[in-house]
T-cell receptor, first 112, second 114 residues
Framework: GIQVEQSPPDLILQEGANSTLRCNFS?????LQWFHQNPWGQLINLFY???GTKQNGRLSATTVATERYSLLYISSSQTTDSGVYFC??????????????FGEGTQLTVNP | SAVISQKPSRDICQRGTSLTIQCQVD?????MFWYRQQPGQSLTLIAT?????????ESGFVIDKFPISRPNLTFSTLTVSNMSPEDSSIYLC???????????FGPGTRLTVL
């Protein structure tokens, strides 16, 4: 199956700092999503971005499908940004529909 | 996006017992999935819940352990059978919705097996 690798596995920031999270995938995809899992376990949709660039407030994401990677940028980080960030993909021509394969996540801690 | 609810939100169970988790969506959806997240781990797909037919299970998951029902396009249940401490996890349902076939997740059920 498709492999999804995220880096770094852990990241500690001071409030106000910027960061970049990376997601590499091993095969062509027709869906790529970024999620934030808050400390209560809720998965929050950040971006649906199989290709191109999107921005939403302090967060933005870029996927370069031809090179099989995606980046999530967090600017001016806040303590509420803490949690685990997951990248998940659906392999192109996935015969079983929309089965998401998740990376291992990046644990982000933002200190005041 | 669809609004998804799960019941129960958390439970503590004894080994050897079974627990049924419910997932309710506020609109009809074609595709519904069940995922497991073991402590400190990422999410793993258990199965695709098919309306009107048997669920499609991923490698490593079997119907006897995780029976799934999908009686209509807004509701599904996952049962965790004959539980052991290794089944302690967060169980999440998800649906595909919106114009982009984006996947949305329910709030999860946090299960602890003693």
């Amino acid at each position: 199956g498709i492999q999804v690798e995220q880096s770094p596995p852990d990241l500690i920031l001071q409030e106000g700092a910027n960061s970049t999270l990376r997601c590499n995938f091993s095969d062509s995809v027709n869906n790529l999503q970024w999620f934030h899992q808050n400390p209560w376990g809720q998965l929050i949709n950040l971006f649906y971005i199989p290709s191109g660039t999107k921005q939403n407030g302090r967060l933005s994401a870029t996927t370069v499908a031809t090179e099989r990677y995606s980046l999530l940028y967090i600017s001016s980080s806040q303590t509420t940004d803490s949690g685990v960030y997951f990248c998940a993909v659906v392999k192109l021509a996935e015969t079983s529909g929309s089965r998401l394969t998740f990376g291992e996540g990046t644990q982000l801690t933002v200190n005041p | 996006s669809a609004v998804i609810s799960q019941k129960p939100s958390r439970d503590i169970c004894q080994r050897g017992t079974s627990l049924t988790i419910q997932c309710q969506v506020d609109s009809q959806v074609t595709m519904m999935f069940w995922y497991r997240q073991q402590p400190g781990q990422s999410l793993t797909l258990i199965a695709t819940a098919n309306q009107g037919s048997e669920a499609t299970y991923e490698s490593g998951f079997v119907i006897d352990k995780f029976p799934i029902s999908r009686p209509n396009l807004t509701f599904s249940t996952l049962t965790v059978s004959n539980m052991s401490p290794e089944d302690s996890s967060i169980y999440l349902c998800s649906v595909v919705g919106g114009s982009q076939n984006e996947q949305f997740f329910g709030p999860g059920t946090r299960l602890t097996v003693l």
